[in-house]
């Protein structure tokens, strides 16, 4: 995974080490199941709040532990070298960078398209006005996260080249921080960093995903865990299905739950929450369409070791389904 490292360093991102992530010994690890998840992560960070998961797990003979990443991307390293065996929800565009690394993962579940969940953003007295109007500019953006191919998407469709601008890879703390200061023009985040921008900051939205970018986000695991548990794997996305539609549900309810695990106003939750679709649903091959099209678009800028074949990448199916019979869209 060296090129992953060389892409975004583990060390510059995690609060921990892999190491300190890793237990000592394989006595440890029994019945003990890792799952990594980030700020974005709303499912995860739901069933981390009410306990539902442990207590089906506990069930099941398993303990639940839980790692907070600051992207994605280090996310999936983590579970490709066995820190994790479980990860929440990551955009669409991380399993491709893992799967170019050779990454041993497999796809358990797709949250369905929420174009307007990830925003290019620009301050309120910004001259920009357009998406052409980014040419020559500095624009903040995490690499290899979803609202990266955003930004190369949404500059194809103005007629520009990722060479057009400047871009500065930062993670969205510190592209908030550089995106206040001025130091960049316009930044590229997903939610909820664009409603709390929106609310705290007045940023503007120059464009979001709509017919851009479908932003589809995605929860794996180790391959290797998902052949030799297929109860916690079952089990995990059940949970996942059913809160999904709980956040759905119950909208002011859930901002509340989240708001103080996130530190954001519950006003603020509740608009991030609305333009995601939380919708959980089993894929197959026939569902990785955008996933080959993000692969074609970064190995085409040069930010891919190599090309990548999406439907190569293993896929889980809910128990007694082949992956064509899961659910159609």
Do not use: C
């Not at 059940?238 to 759905?248: D, F, P, Y």
């Amino acid at each position: 995974m060296r090129y992953l490292k060389r892409l975004l360093p583990l060390a510059a991102v995690l609060g921990t080490s892999l190491a300190a992530l890793t237990p000592g010994n394989a006595a440890d690890e029994t019945k003990t199941v890792r799952i990594g998840f980030q700020k974005s992560s709303t499912l995860a960070t739901v069933l981390k709040t009410n306990g539902e998961l442990e207590k089906r797990l506990a069930a099941l003979g398993y303990k639940v532990s839980w790692s907070e990443f600051a992207s994605g991307l280090p996310l999936l390293e983590a579970l490709n070298v066995g820190a994790i065996e479980l990860s929440a929800d990551v955009a669409d565009t991380v399993p491709v960078f893992a799967q170019a690394a050779g990454a041993k993962l497999t796809y358990v579940a797709q949250e369905a398209p929420s174009p307007t969940a990830q925003a290019i953003l620009v301050r309120p007295d910004s001259p920009l006005k357009d998406l052409a109007d980014l040419k020559g500019k500095k624009v903040a953006v995490t690499k290899a996260a979803g609202a990266h191919f955003l930004l190369i998407s949404a500059l194809s469709k103005a007629g520009l080249k990722f060479k057009d601008i400047e871009p500065a890879y930062l993670s969205p703390a510190d592209g908030r921080a550089a995106f206040e200061k001025g130091a960049v023009d316009a930044w590229v985040v997903w939610d909820p960093f664009v409603s709390a921008a929106q609310k705290q900051a007045n940023a503007r939205v120059l464009a979001d995903g709509t017919g851009i970018a479908s932003y589809q986000r995605y929860y794996l695991a180790a391959s290797a865990f998902a052949a030799s548990d297929p109860k916690v794997i079952e089990t995990y996305f059940e949970l996942l299905q059913s809160t999904g539609q709980w956040v759905k549900a119950n909208p002011a309810e859930a901002a509340k739950v989240l708001a103080p695990v996130w530190g954001l106003d519950p006003a603020i939750v509740e608009t991030a929450n609305g333009r995601r679709s939380y919708q959980v649903r089993a894929l197959s091959a026939a569902d990785l369409t955008e996933q080959q099209r993000i692969a074609d678009v970064f190995f085409a800028e040069g930010l891919l070791p190599k090309e990548v074949k999406a439907t190569d990448a293993e896929i889980w199916s809910p128990t007694g389904k082949k992956s064509s019979e899961v659910e159609k869209r």
